[in-house]
C-alpha cells in the first residue's frame, strides 16, 4: 500500500495496480510479492476519498498515494506507528490491539458473510491456494445445514415395484 503510485490507479474503472513496493529502506521495488503485478478494486467511498486526497496534497501522477504531509512518502514503519497511535486511543479493545495487518483479515470476514465465494475470495486476496483462503471460511452451523437440505428440491419418489421372485 505505501508504494502505491497515482499513475497505477484508473480512476475510470476504479482499479489500482500493484506493482511497486517501498521497501523499509526507502527504496522502491519494482514488483510485489510472488513478483507479479496484481489488480485491486476499489470502492466508490475509497476511490472518492483518494481523489479528495490528491486534491488537498497537490499530488502528481507520479506521487504516492500514502503520505505524510511533510514529505513524499510515508513508510510502512511510519504506517504502523500512525495505526498503534490511532488504536492506542481507543479504549474498547480488550484482548489486545488490532495491527494494520488485521483490516486485511477484516475484509475478508466482512466479504465471506455478505456471501462471497471461496474462489472470488482468493482472487481478491490473492491467494495462491485455496487453502490460505478457507481460513476465512466460518463454521457452518447445524441450523445452516438443516436450511441448506431443505432447499434441495427432491423429485418424488416412483412408487414402488415388486421384482418377480423376490
Not at 519494482?30 to 496534497?57: F, H, V
Not at 476465512?136 to 432447499?151: C, F, N
Amino acid at each position: 500500500m505505501c508504494g502505491l503510485r497515482r499513475h497505477r490507479i484508473d480512476w475510470k474503472t476504479k482499479v489500482a495496480t500493484i506493482a511497486d513496493v517501498l521497501e523499509p529502506d526507502g527504496s522502491i521495488r519494482a514488483y510485489p510479492k510472488e513478483k507479479e503485478r496484481r489488480i485491486g478494486p476499489l470502492s466508490d467511498r475509497t476511490t472518492a476519498a483518494l481523489r479528495a486526497a490528491k486534491l488537498r496534497q497537490g499530488a502528481g501522477e507520479m506521487d504516492f498515494v500514502v503520505r505524510r504531509p511533510s514529505e513524499a512518502v510515508m513508510s510502512t514503519r511510519a504506517l504502523g506507528t500512525f495505526w498503534a497511535y490511532q488504536v492506542a486511543k481507543v479504549t474498547a479493545f480488550k484482548a489486545g490491539r488490532p495491527t494494520f495487518h488485521d483490516l486485511r483479515h477484516a475484509c475478508a470476514h466482512r466479504l465471506v458473510r455478505s456471501g462471497i465465494d471461496l474462489r472470488t475470495l482468493q482472487a481478491f486476496m490473492g491467494h495462491k491456494s485455496l487453502n490460505t483462503t478457507r481460513i476465512y471460511m466460518p463454521d457452518v452451523t447445524t441450523d445452516e445445514l438443516s436450511a441448506a437440505l431443505r432447499a434441495v428440491q427432491i423429485p418424488t419418489p416412483a412408487p414402488v415395484v415388486a421384482i418377480a421372485g423376490t
